[in-house]
């Protein structure tokens, strides 16, 4: 295995970020979200389901970005090469205190200039999904839940994940 295989540096707008090292528990969100999302495309048939550290290159040397979670349609499965090189079908960040800014702010405002057609925010600390999906090129709040309840993704068709499954 290279270094390289492990760099959790992302470049954002020119500049290289190093991010920490995830949490346990982060991961444990990670890991269930993951298997909800995956089990649920691998059964439909809607294309693939990846984890961090995965690089999204959206313009080389400029913008890389790993988010925690991404998902391709099959039918746009040419952007997976050596890395993601073009835009994926939705992100996830799983956001801690540390990485609040970037991932709210920062990385939602970069996703949403490349086009990403759904951003996934999951907030640990309020129990939180908030799913994002583009309209008229600016991001709108699609679906909601905090402490209980279920969001839908609208490019996942048919995805419905209960947040109490995701932050046990």
């Not at 760099?7 to 991961?27: A, C, W």
Request: hydrophobic residues 40%.
């Amino acid at each position: 295995m290279q270094a390289r295989d492990l760099d959790l540096t992302e470049i954002i707008d020119g500049e290289e970020v190093m991010g920490p090292s995830p949490f346990f528990r982060h991961q444990n969100i990670a890991v269930n979200l993951f298997r909800k999302i995956d089990r649920f495309v691998e059964r439909t048939g809607l294309g693939y389901t990846y984890f961090s550290p995965l690089d999204i290159i959206f313009e080389e040397g400029f913008n890389r970005l790993q988010p925690d979670i991404l998902f391709i349609k099959k039918e746009h499965m040419n952007i997976a090469q050596d890395w993601i090189r073009g835009v994926p079908d939705m992100v996830c960040e799983i956001i801690s205190p540390g990485t609040y800014n970037r991932d709210t702010e920062v990385k939602r405002d970069i996703y949403e200039r490349y086009k990403v057609p759904e951003y996934w925010m999951v907030l640990p600390e309020f129990l939180t999904i908030e799913i994002l999906t583009l309209e008229n090129e600016k991001y709108e709040i699609h679906s909601f839940a905090e402490i209980e309840g279920t969001v839908e993704s609208k490019v996942i068709e048919g995805l419905q994940v209960n947040i109490k499954d995701i932050f046990n």
